[in-house]
């Protein structure tokens, strides 16, 4: 069985790539920029032709100041959806969650409205789009994004039932929302779709601003998932029989106003308590779909008024039958790992203190025989790199900085739970098997963070591996000097500079390659069963008392919810991360 | 009178600087790279000097790994502070702030080791700093460092004395941490001061690391003394005739009961009350103190490893002469705002609702009559920009990076408490004169804080003005030839997109060099008295009960005391950024 994925972020630039030839393709940009500013001026666009000296510069003010214009739409319209959010939480009167959703709709019409204008009129215009960013949006985000986005538009029509059966006593925006969600998950899944990769030259202001609006109104609508799948999470411990500190009612209060609420309307059809558990469980795969949508709308915002050649997609051949072991470990691992996690949410459930100790200690040793292999084989993989002579890629990519990005900013979640759990343990006084478990747990995760995100960056920024790669070398300097003959002097790093012939290196590549390969196998699975376990509800932190006694109730319900999200998005996009790093190396 | 400043960030990056010769600079920093590479090589490096082609990748790989490893120390160090911190607001019995205060010692004193280290030793080493940046600890930088600096020191005595009265009933680590504090502050004021330029080329991995050490220490402290800060202020409102609402009480308990522990205890001498008063006005300063230490050693780890040319320090002549209408308006504001910030000061500690009333009253309009012409004169900053032909500033620096994205981050705290605002005034109704008057101020406000970053980021990437720069423009470009003429095709921008020779725009010029002096000139004062109410301990935010009506009292004083202290950093960043903007102008 062979997959031919095609090859992106951590890729190559060109076709005949090497760092040698990034000064040439910066003087290739420059002319086309160029060539391009007077043709864009002669369609008709601000730029007066009998200035054309002047065009570029003007072209490139128009930029700045469309980057910073859209800039402020979004972050003001972020800045406003958190105290919309944050009251619709904390204030039940003046500020209700029908507010939140009417902001919300408005936010996800106004968006749609941009982006069936993008797609029907400025994708349309005649040199609108010159060239592709290659490396924006790969197969596996794209595909990622259409899964997630039919479970979100399950999830809305799960919603839209449950609603209706309550339409009697809730307010009717309750499923408008839902309905005006679908219609734009729809959209912009399909907008996304086809025009990933643009690099959109034309009405370059209006398009910024449109992307950035995309990018908020995603986020927003994140945020908002976020908060209620994590206040949903949050009540589940609420039961009389939780032992939590004296402080923990308040929070209770206002969930339990929110329930008592909702238990005076009777749903009209007998289906409502089905959908709602049903509709719960599809959150999560909402909450990755906004994520998803916003990384790409980023990335095609970076990329408005972006100049570059374009014959670059050539694919990578990707033997499945390369890896066994790591593979095979990781399913173990994930199988385990699933088995622990049904056994845990059953007998947490059970609201009998034992038992809930008995399926904490399990939860903990399984997670730590997981996260110690994981650093384990971490750790032989960053040792690998260390060791390996191939060449660091250089050059602008914004897919692959946001890539580096996302993990590290995504990772401060999890982090930072770690280190709470931590500290509380510690000032606790470890006592009982739980509390060390639960500690060694910890420590343990914030090792394997740090490994595993030293093992991405590094193998994001790798030259991916070619298998003609010892004979192209040297006919890439070649065709650099033969292209582009008086920079021979100049190129940043010059031919003597270059690594040893790799066919001296070739036997030991191999099975360095296949133990490359290996890890990223084992760790993809690994981090599959790392993001369902909290992803579907598991909350050691709030089974175990310690982090709330310790902290007020509020403050840890703070850091879990907030940390949370993140570290689920972090396992997420690791496993992209690792399947990316895994075809290159 | 005349001042000589130094010319800096937004600055030029060379004596003949176009944005010609920009790659001419990157093909020398190659060969100066390679010919250092050898050199270093010989002097005991992990290189091989007769692998010399292999020695360039080599460093680059230490670069790398050394980058990798210091920013998990940091982030390590930074994450495990957070839960301390709050367990010792928030947690009592198990987490003192002893526990913090120790943690502090350790990083503090660890800190002050690897800077006398590196004094004495690292920078002594032959050939250790090759190069120095131009940009990095700019003059105002360096002693705006050292006047804090100095008031942390006074502040620090101060401790000392109050805490030495109270030797029989705290615990001595309360004194022994604002005696380590002081020499550190000392040691470090001394090593930046002299090495802030430097860009280190030997032991860059421990080099690296000890500047995210610093920058960690300097950071943790910051956020100790935020915190306290806050605490302080939160403090104030709750006295009996603050009518807070129902869910105030919590936070009162917990100062409440910290002050009951503080009164029990009796100062052996008379001065106690004194010097806490004394101190904690000086804390506005140790804030400062930390976070310009924190910014200097975030530029010293970015330059760890950089090559670069080193001839283009050069001065700016600035007549102060030149402008005079902006600031003396300017310091009318400033006087004005102090009158009225002195006079809310002494009326809100009346406990009179009225006289309460009147004072925030008076508050918001003075801020208001400010805010309205700062983003009045603005906007008219930010049109001149637009229509001026100047080029833009482009090549690497982190020191303007830095700046921009400080200013945008920091920013980013007064946004929140603005749209949290206005989302509870709109909420609450907007009852009455004083909530009108504060909706308009947060409107103001955010008007405001766009048009300045935009204002401040287009000024500090412009090219700065010099003034024999007809002649020079041509000078240039034929120097730039002459330097290399194999590379005259290739420069990014080709020679006839030169802008119209400057001599057709010299009259012009001159009155929009004028207007944006001045400009600057006005908004420098501005933000001077809006930095002074907040850092000086104006609260209108807890003053005023419809924010913590509206929010939970707890959800409200978070969002006040999170962002405050960035948007006192801001105020503060600005009055720094416009006195550079002013300058290149």
């Known amino acids: ?54 065009g570029l510069k003007a072209v490139e003010k128009g930029r700045n100041w469309g980057w910073l214009l859209s800039g402020f739409i979004s972050l003001n319209i972020l800045l406003l959806g958190i105290p919309i959010v944050c009251g619709s939480v904390f204030n039940k009167i003046q500020i209700t969650s029908s507010h939140l959703l009417i902001f919300l709709i408005l936010l996800v019409i106004l968006t749609t409205v941009w982006l069936v ?64 969600q679908a219609l734009f998950v729809i959209v912009q899944t399909y907008v996304l779709w086809v025009h990933a990769k643009d690099c959109v030259q034309i009405q370059q202001i209006v398009t910024r601003c449109g992307l950035m609006l995309t990018l908020s109104t995603n986020l927003i609508v994140w945020m908002t998932a976020v908060t209620e799948e994590s206040l949903h999470q949050t009540v589940a411990p609420a039961n009389p029989s939780y032992n939590s500190s004296s402080s923990g009612g308040y929070k209770i209060d206002v969930t339990s106003q929110d329930r008592a609420g909702a238990s005076d309307c009777k749903c009209s059809h007998d289906m409502c308590d089905v959908f709602e558990k049903a509709y719960y469980y599809l959150y999560p795969f909402n909450i990755e779909y906004s994520l998803f949508a916003s990384a790409m709308a980023y990335v095609m915002w970076k990329n408005v ?29 994930l199988v385990a790992g699933l088995a622990t996690f049904v056994v845990y949410e059953v007998d947490v459930a059970k609201e009998d203190p034992k038992k809930k100790e008995e399926a904490l200690i399990m939860h903990y040793i399984m997670n730590i025989v997981a996260i110690l292999l994981m650093s384990i084989t971490t750790l032989i993989g960053c040792i690998i790199f260390r060791m390996d002579k191939r060449e660091q890629v250089s050059g602008k990519n914004p897919t692959r900085s946001l890539d580096v990005g996302l993990l590290v900013g995504a990772s401060l979640g999890q982090f930072l739970i770690c280190y709470f759990t931590i500290v509380a343990v510690l000032a606790s006084g470890v ?45 890439n300097v070649v065709a650099v000097r033969e292209r582009d ?20 290196l070739q036997g030991q590549l191999s099975w360095q390659r296949r133990i490359l390969k290996e890890i990223c196998g084992f760790l993809l699975f690994c981090n599959v069963i ?45 496993v992209a991360s690792l399947f990316e790093v895994g075809l290159a190396s």
């Not at 592709?132 to 479970?151: E, I």
């Not at 008024?305 to 790591?326: A, C, I, K, P």
């Not at 008086?486 to 066919?503: F, Y």
């Open 1 to 54: 069985m062979r997959w031919h994925a095609p090859q992106k972020a951590s890729g190559s630039y060109s076709c005949s790539s090497n760092s040698h030839n990034m000064t040439t393709k910066q003087d290739l940009e420059a002319i086309e920029n160029q060539i391009s500013t007077i043709q864009v001026s002669s369609h008709g666009e601000t730029v007066n032709p009998g200035l054309a000296h002047g």
């Open 117 to 180: 204008y993008y797609k029907i009129h400025t994708s349309r215009v005649y040199r609108a789009v010159l060239y592709k960013d290659s490396h924006a949006g790969p197969v596996w985000l794209r595909g990622g994004l259409v899964l997630f986005g039919v479970c979100s538009v399950i999830m809305d029509i799960f919603k839209i039932i449950y609603y209706v059966g309550r339409i009697h006593c809730e307010s009717p925006v309750k499923i408008a929302f839902p309905v005006v």
């Open 305 to 333: 008024g972006r100049q570059m050649d374009e014959h670059h997609s050539h694919n990578l051949h990707f033997s499945l039958w390369d890896v066994l072991v790591g593979p095979v470990f990781g399913l173990i691992i």
């Open 530 to 574: 790392l993001w369902i376990m909290p992803a579907f509800g598991a909350r050691p932190q709030f089974d175990n008392s310690v982090g709330s006694d310790i902290f007020e109730f509020e403050t840890w319900a703070a850091v879990v919810n907030i940390g949370m999200p993140f570290g689920i998005f972090y396992r997420m996009h690791s």
């Open 485 to 504: 003959p008086e920079r021979r002097s100049s190129s940043i790093v010059p031919a003597h500079t270059l690594p040893i012939p790799l066919t001296l």
């Open 431 to 475: 006592k009982g098997h739980v509390n060390g478990l639960n500690l060694t747990n910890s420590i343990l995760t914030v090792i394997q963070l740090c490994l595993q995100n030293a093992f991405l960056i590094k193998g994001l920024h790798r030259e991916p591996f070619r298998e003609t790669e010892t004979t192209t070398v040297f006919a």
